[in-house]
């Protein structure tokens, strides 16, 4: 557990933002236009103070190029600036607004033009010491060259197909992003790291650094990107003792060896497992602005159990049979996984292991025996204090019997274990860490080491236990803060009810995430004294849901996270991504890449792979560099027409006209001012055009990136249209 108090909120403010440049200036909100040479994205800061200029060549076929103007505008002259755009290519059509929007998620090429994927609507859903958390409202794809330099296969069936299974990735669901806080990092982390923007890309919890990697090479900055994360985020308020106080509940998804249930099993030669989630839970007090602040945080980690297993995606079977695999005899990817979670959180590492100890046809026990052995050996060559230590729990087995006892039982893991991640961090609270303790006015505690929890699925029981985890964690915060006098929260408190509601809303959704339903709550059912039949008809249905979706759905669901996350690129000539089996198309294109022992296990659709990113750029990677922003507001400018607008001192470095001859956008406004007030849209709702460049009646229907289920006839023979709308939609069964 790490716990602080601060000066005042800004402190946190300060501390982060200025890794984002020199001057801690950040933009985040954006206008695109368009001529028909190029794209010219405007963007600003909060304040209005920072207006920079960014140029999307449109006459380049299948190739990205982007050039940034170093000079800083103030509003006056970026709107100057784009005059004289208009002025230049008024024979070719002028400048036309096409959008307004809140951030590039980045660029995809499949096998004809390259396609700018832009944020038009935001949701803010939280905030972290001052600093705003959104969630993706809407999004659009938007081809970049124009409609007179697209090639046939801009058209092709292929190329349509390839943005169909991207728009499978919805953005719009549990994807969240900060412009001035590293959401991908613990609050931790943040306080006590300093890397900048273009660093933090290349963490695992941001997927979409295989998008933003172009635009990030050429810029060398990252102040046009928004880095996403995937998972869950929640802030509520509650109360104890009449005092109210912020609870922020997060779960970043890692993008390593990321996946569906059956298609992503155990882990890979890199160490890397599936379904690795790491949870943070931040109590922040509500004190007034300008005060002092305290914050804590807790961390704990879940992910697949670490050895090569896997199971076979049957049609027949709900419950397919576990295959271990023996190729690891002295298990170096495991090794590799707990040495890389040391690296990340520091020692001890706790490994809660929630399998069943018996069962009439051995499955999960299979893994439990072959686990501790693996610990076993793996502690051998540790020292004693930095071995790791090992729990098993048969969670299914005290639930049978009864509930309170489990609970109680886990409460005294999760107490302890707690108890060893904090041990000794008053000694060393700063160690490895460059902290300014000036911005403290006590001494900073910091979480040493972690939690690590996993049942088969690390789903459902694994969820359990992490509430159970976090209740103790919450009962050591409030007391660190001054909430409580005692270190504990009593199970049936309002308080353990307000927890419980907020843990299963993050299981349901990270179980819909790799499992294909929402979370099976039968102990959080019983604890809220639901009807024990009712509780019943719901774990069967979310049993038949989630079979259906894994049966199914998750074939072409793995496609589409394969194709965002770039462990995937199209390629003309080559096998395309459905020709393939499970995941072979990790290693097309790889140089020297041996298929042998992924071609055999392809039966059981399985990899290997780590999924790395083909092609990997070996360019330096620099700060950003913005300006310093003052707290200024500045005036709502007035319109164009007719207004005397004053030049900016610096010439443009991009040229204001364009001779090329042009075919302009029949479907885009013919004033290229409409729209060019830069008053506050307060809704942030983002335009409403459709993406694509004339495209003779083929047209990309843009929309939001949203999820579509592509399911061949042959797949849903034998499922009735009310069961298929049930599984797709999350509606009743019944009426």
Known sequence: MGSMALENEQEVRSNVVSNYGSGGS??????LYETRSNFYMIGRDKNRTC???????????????????????????????????????????????????????????????????????RRKIGTICGHAVYSVAKSEMIPIPNATVHSNMAYSKNENRYKKLLRNVDLTKDFFFSYSYHVMLSLQKNLSNHETGLILYETMFVWNEFL??????????????????YGFFKQVKLSING????????????????????????????????????????????????????????VQNRGSIPLFWSQETSKL???????????????????????????????????????????????????????????EVINKDLTR?????????????????????????NGDFADEDLCNATKDAHEDSTSGRDVNESHFLKPPVFQKGVLRTNCIDCLDRTNVAQYVYGLVALGHQLHALGYINVPSISLDSPLADDLMKTYEAMGDTLALQYGGSAAHNKIFSERRGQWKAATQSQELLRT????????????????????????????????????????????VGRRGSDFAEENARSIIKRSLSDGNILCDSNSPIDDAKVIQMDNSHRPLPAKMQG????????????????????????????????????????????????????????????GDLSYSVACSSNDLTGFSETFVHWVNHGNMLFP
Not at 263 to 289: C, F, S, W
Not at 552 to 559: C, F, H, I, S, V
Not at 652 to 668: A, G, H, K, N
């Open 26 to 31: 950040y933009l985040q909100k954006f206008r």
């Open 51 to 121: 207006w920079k200029v960014l140029k999307i060549n449109r006459l380049e076929q299948s190739e990205l190029a982007i050039t940034e103007d170093s000079t800083t505008y103030s509003e006056i002259e970026c709107y100057d600036l784009l005059k004289r755009i208009h002025e230049g290519n008024k024979s070719t059509g002028g400048l036309k607004f096409v959008t307004t929007c809140y951030g590039i998620v980045g660029f995809i090429k499949f096998l004809g033009p390259y396609y700018m994927l832009l944020i038009t609507k």
């Open 544 to 587: 038949l849901q989630r079979y259906y979706s894994n049966a199914y759905m998750d074939a072409e669901k793995q496609d589409a996270i394969n194709v965002f996350l770039g462990h995937y690129q199209p390629q003309p000539g080559k096998p395309a991504l459905w020709e393939l089996d499970s995941d072979q198309h990790y290693n």
């Open 317 to 375: 079977n709900i419950k397919p049979d576990i295959i271990l695999s023996k190729k690891d005899d002295k298990y170096e990817a495991t090794k590799l996984h707990f040495e890389n979670l040391v690296k990340r959180y520091g020692n001890p590492i706790i490994i809660l292991n929630l399998i069943k100890t018996r069962e009439k046809k051995p499955r999960e026990s299979i893994l439990r025996a072959e686990f501790a052995h693996a610990i």
């Open 643 to 702: 207004c005397n607008m004053a030049h900016s001192d610096s010439t443009p470095e991009f040229s204001t006209c364009e001779s090329d001859i042009s075919y302009s956008r029949s479907w885009l406004i013919g004033s290229p001012y409409v729209g060019l007030s830069s008053g506050e849209i307060k809704m942030e709702a983002g335009s409403s055009y459709r993406s694509g460049s004339s495209m003779k009646g083929k047209e990309l229907a843009s």
């Open 385 to 409: 204090e930095n071995r790791l230590k090992f729990l098993h729990w048969d969670l299914s087995k005290y639930s049978r019997n009864q509930l309170p006892c489990s609970n109680n039982c």
């Open 212 to 229: 933003t990697r172009g635009i990030r090479n050429q810029l060398k900055n990252s102040i046009w990107t928004v880095a996403l994360v």
């Open 243 to 298: 005092r109210d106080f912020n609870l922020i509940l997060i779960a970043r998804r890692s993008r390593h060896y990321a996946g569906t249930r059956y298609l992503k099993r155990g882990v890979n030669e890199k160490g890397r497992v599936a379904n690795d989630v790491e949870t943070e839970q931040i109590v922040l007090d509500n004190a007034p602005e300008g005060s002092p602040i305290q914050i804590s945080s807790v």
